[in-house]
């Protein structure tokens, strides 16, 4: 249940986004980029 949950917040756009953060000019941390979501979606503090 929780993964599923989780997997319907990761539509191919939200991903491409989340990678292009980190492959495109701005060069962000992969780890920084994830906990931005994560805070952004409510699923940690």
């Known amino acids: ?3 599923n ?3 319907a917040l990761l ?3 939200i991903m491409s986004g989340l ?5 495109g000019p701005e060069g962000k ?3 920084d980029v994830a ?3 994560l ?3 409510g699923l940690v503090k």
Do not use: S, Y
């Not at 990678?19 to 492959?23: I, L, P, R, T, Y």
């Open 11 to 13: 539509t191919d756009d």
């Open 1 to 3: 249940k929780i993964l």
């Open 35 to 37: 906990r931005a979501f």
């Open 5 to 7: 949950d989780f997997a």
């Open 39 to 41: 805070l952004e979606k």
């Open 29 to 31: 941390e992969p780890a």
């Open 19 to 23: 990678n292009w953060q980190v492959d």
